[in-house]
């Protein structure tokens, strides 16, 4: 008698306005170390994001499918309480992405609380690539919108879709 393995699923939330090559680097880990990864893109009511919530889901998808760890990989938006939507979705962990020290506090109290709300969820907090520790996506609007060079920062659909942006504003 054989028996089966649990299947391995995580959520990995944010904003992801707009995804970098950083936030990609943390969903590659992902793939690797479990069997399902969602990418849940936050609606977040108290940012003004740049992109639109469809948007940003939508430029996600793009840049997952141009990507060979695809086949394990969903993009969902949701608007609410994390650790809701990862009962919902039957995750067993949170993934968090930790770039610095300053980082860590913030995502702490966010584990904490998530631990709180949902007793079965665990938080994995993962570091990007050394080349991308600096990376924010506050980083990217600021030298876009200051004409910055940001096409090897962000994936290509990120990058065309802040090119159409500018140029709109033109």
């Known amino acids: 008698m ?4 649990k ?15 950083g936030h990609l680097s943390l969903i590659e880990r992902a793939c690797h170390l479990f069997d399902e990864l969602i990418v849940a893109v936050a609606k977040n009511g ?13 430029l996600i998808e793009q840049t ?7 086949r394990n990989v969903t993009v969902i938006g949701f608007d609410g309480l994390l650790a809701d939507f990862a009962v919902k979705n039957k995750a067993q962990a949170i993934v968090r992405g930790l770039r610095a020290v300053s980082d860590f506090e913030i995502e702490f109290q966010m584990a904490l609380m998530n631990r709180k ?26 030298v876009a919108r200051h004409g910055g060079d940001i096409s ?11 090119n159409l942006k500018i140029e709109t504003k033109k």
């Open 64 to 70: 997952i499918r141009r990507k060979s760890f695809n």
């Open 152 to 162: 090897g920062l962000v994936p290509r659909p990120v990058w065309k879709a802040f």
């Open 2 to 5: 054989t028996t089966r393995k």
């Open 46 to 58: 108290g940012k003004n994001p740049l992109f639109n919530f469809n948007d940003r889901i939508k």
């Open 7 to 21: 299947k391995s699923r995580v959520i990995y939330p944010g904003t992801f306005d707009p995804i970098t090559n």
């Open 117 to 142: 709300l949902a007793r079965d969820v665990e938080t994995v907090f993962l570091m990007p690539s050394l080349s991308w520790v600096y990376l924010s996506s506050t980083i990217v609007r600021d």
